[in-house]
Every structure is written in C-alpha cells, then in structure tokens.
C-alpha cells in the first residue's frame, strides 16, 4: 500500500506508463499499469492518459499538450487505486470487484499480488520522468 507522485513529460507521439505490483517473471500481465501518452485534447479511453490500462477508462483525459510536464498522484491501499492527474481524479477503482480477466489480461486484477515493483515503461516516443516519491502507507 503506498503513495505514488511523479511529474511526466512526452513527446509527440509517445507512448509510456507507470508499472504498479509488477512482478519480475511477468510484470505486464501480473501488475497493473497506469498508462501515460501523448493524447492532449482525445476523448477519455480505457488505453488513454490516466487509464488504468485495458481495464478502466479515465473520468477526464487531464493530459497536457506534448512537452509540458504532467503530474500524477496515485494511491494504491487494497484493492483501492485511485489516480489523479494534474490535479483532477480521474480513476477511483476497486481492483477486488475485478473477479473475471478484463481488457487482455487473463487473470483477474482480484486475484493480483499485493507487492511487487515499481517500473516505468518505455514503449516508443521520448518521455521524462522527475520528482519520483513513493511512502508507504498503513491498510
């Protein structure tokens, strides 16, 4: 259970996202991920900025226009995830509810380990990451 914040910034084009609980042997299907692109002024998706990615659409897409920088906000106690970016909630989930394999993933995010690693993806396009802070936090 913890407190994430960290500021972002892409390029046109880019294409990242925040690894959460992702375990060694397997971190994309075995974690989740909170997906940072470059889509400033799209419609909110389950792919898009903020999204928990596949599974849940963000409220609002709050990204900035490419080289501005972003911050998210991303508590994580339980099953509980809840992601603000720039300010605004745009997730609040409860990955307990999740019982059936959603988006592509064939477990349930129920089912899910309760630790792991915290890892930054690159997947195409330039992107920054700074003011990384992580606190632990009591259930």
Do not use: C
Not at 24 to 34: A, I, M
Not at 66 to 95: C, K, P, Q
Request: proline share 6%.
């Amino acid at each position: 259970d913890f407190e994430l914040h960290l500021e972002v910034k892409v390029t046109p084009g880019a294409n990242s996202g925040i690894f959460l609980r992702a375990q060694p042997n397997d971190p994309v299907y075995r974690g989740f991920e909170v997906q940072v692109l470059e889509d400033h002024g799209d419609a909110p998706h389950k792919n898009g900025s903020g999204a928990l990615y596949d599974v849940v659409t963000p409220m609002y897409n709050m990204a900035l226009p490419a080289g501005e920088w972003n911050s998210y906000d991303i508590t994580v106690v339980g099953g509980e995830v809840i992601v603000f970016m720039n300010g605004w909630r745009v997730v609040h989930a409860d990955l307990d509810q999740m019982t059936l394999p959603l988006g592509k993933f064939t477990t349930p995010f129920a089912t899910l380990p309760r630790d792991g690693l915290l890892l930054l993806q690159d997947h195409g396009g330039e992107v920054w990451y700074r003011n990384i802070w992580i606190k632990k936090r009591k259930a």
